[in-house]
């Protein structure tokens, strides 16, 4: 039976990446004099180191200009980051970051239907507290059971430990629960969990191959696209009786592009 609901965050609640931290970390190195940006195809492949402080340390070791001792790197790395993180909060003040289309209608089906909702994130908590405030208001985390940040954990995705962590904090078993991803990292991190995963597609992560889900589709704003198909078929958007259909069977499947 499905009892909680355990969403990632940046591009599975909302398209974050692209317009929002990719934005706010060219800002903070243009703030800080650090003459790096990130054009949108960089951002996506740095995507696929999770974190974005490891992001950073990650571009450093490609870039000669970068400060050469590691004590040197983390620190300038943790400057970045922390201007990073307040301009971030700025951006997602300011308006121009959405939830995802069909995001807020299941958020509140869940609340009318006794379904627990989690946050399972690899983002810091300050970015988590900036989007959710400005779209679910200042008392957001009482919606939620549980939250998990990155800072809560030693490791971050593809690692399961933010699952299990989230898992024991609600008292419930894996198959008790269902994640929403939006990338393969994510994906795994739930499947290690041994947690049922759908996956709906994000910007930067449109054709990725994913292993082992549930369902992966286009996004919850439609069941058309949706593989396997809802079982209410394609028209309208998906809702919690497709997600329940789709953890009650558990048929693994993988897509690509």
């Given amino acids: 039976m499905l009892k909680a609901l355990l969403w990632d965050v940046d591009g599975t609640l909302a398209e974050t ?19 790096w940006r990130w054009d949108e195809s960089r951002y996506g492949e740095l995507l696929r180191i999770t974190g974005g402080r490891e992001r950073l340390l990650h571009d450093m070791a490609s870039r000669s200009e ?5 004590d040197e790197r983390l620190a300038l790395a943790r400057r970045v980051h922390e201007m990073k993180n307040r301009l971030y909060a700025e ?16 958020l509140e089906q ?30 957001w985390q009482a919606a939620f ?11 971050k995705k593809p690692h399961p430990e933010a699952y299990q962590r ?17 990338s393969p990292g994510g994906a ?8 049922p995963c759908v996956v709906t597609r994000s910007a930067y992560f449109a054709d990725d191959t994913i292993d082992g889900v549930v369902a992966v589709g286009p996004g919850l704003h439609q069941r058309a696209g949706w593989r396997p198909a809802a079982a209410r078929g394609a028209s309208g958007p998906v809702d919690l009786d497709d997600l329940a259909d789709w953890h009650s069977r558990m048929d693994l499947v993988s897509c690509g592009a």
């Fill in 17 to 35: 990446e692209r317009d929002g931290h990719r934005v706010a970390f060219n800002r903070a190195f243009e703030a800080l004099g650090v003459p």
């Fill in 66 to 70: 970068a400060p050469v001792l590691l």
């Fill in 145 to 155: 059971a549980t939250v998990v940040c990155g800072e809560d954990t030693a490791q």
């Fill in 166 to 182: 989230a898992l024991a904090q609600l008292q419930l078993a894996p198959n008790e629960a269902l994640a929403i991803e939006d």
């Fill in 188 to 195: 795994t991190a739930a499947r290690e969990a041994h947690v």
């Fill in 91 to 106: 951006i997602v003040a300011s308006g121009a970051i959405a939830l995802r289309e069909g995001v807020r209608p299941l």
């Fill in 110 to 139: 869940c609340g009318e239907r006794g379904v627990i909702l989690g946050i399972v994130t690899t983002t810091s908590r300050a970015n988590v507290q900036a989007l959710l405030a400005a779209h679910l208001g200042a008392g």
